[in-house]
């Protein structure tokens, strides 16, 4: 009964363990995807502001 029980335990702890990588693979990504995203923001608004002076930024 112990060794069910452990193994049951172990189970468990595994699956919590899965769930909190798959939250902070979630969050990494999600940090990723902003920085790439707000880069990719201020190359166009870049772009923009050298071959047409005369539009601004929203």
Do not use: G
């Not at 335990?9 to 995807?33: G, P, T």
């Amino acid at each position: 009964m112990e060794a069910v029980r452990l193994r049951k335990e172990n189970q468990i702890y595994s699956a919590d363990e899965k769930r909190a990588l798959a939250m902070f693979s979630k969050e990494e990504r999600q940090k990723r995807e902003n920085r790439i995203l707000t880069q990719f923001k201020e190359m166009v608004s870049s772009k923009l502001s050298t071959t047409n002076p005369t539009i601004s930024e929203n």
